[in-house]
Nanobody, 122 residues
């Protein structure tokens, strides 16, 4: 199985910022596109952002566009999600996932991890 470890979630006030990290365990990340997903309480999981294997192409959920930035450092085997101007509706557990390419399905050997909790509240 392909395993990823998410970190960086925290409790922040509206308007605050966080940087989430997604690190590969047991494989080299640079061959794959990596997506960030989130699941709020009582809601379905939704895609937030994705970055291509070499970092040249990115996409974002409309509601986070202009506030979130996805990036990767393949030398560190890590993908990041910089989240600025956070809103209460961003509250969710955030997960990262492995694709061959952002427009395609998740890699068949990928399994969801535990995610990292982001809570935006005053």
């Amino acid at each position: 199985q392909l395993q990823l470890v998410e970190s960086g979630g925290d409790l922040v006030q509206p308007g605050g910022s966080l940087r989430l990290s997604c690190a590969a365990s047991g494989f080299t990340l640079d061959y794959y596109a990596i997506g960030w997903f989130r699941q709020a309480p009582g809601k379905e999981r939704e895609g937030v952002s994705c970055i291509s294997g070499r970092g040249g192409n990115t996409n974002y959920l409309d509601s986070v566009k202009g506030r979130f930035t996805i990036s990767r450092d393949n030398a560190k085997n890590t993908v990041y999600l910089q989240m600025n101007s956070l809103k209460p509706e961003d509250t969710a557990v955030y997960y990262c996932a492995v694709h061959f390419y952002c427009s395609g399905p998740l890699y068949s050997r990928f399994r969801w991890g535990q995610g990292t909790q982001v809570t935006v509240s005053s």
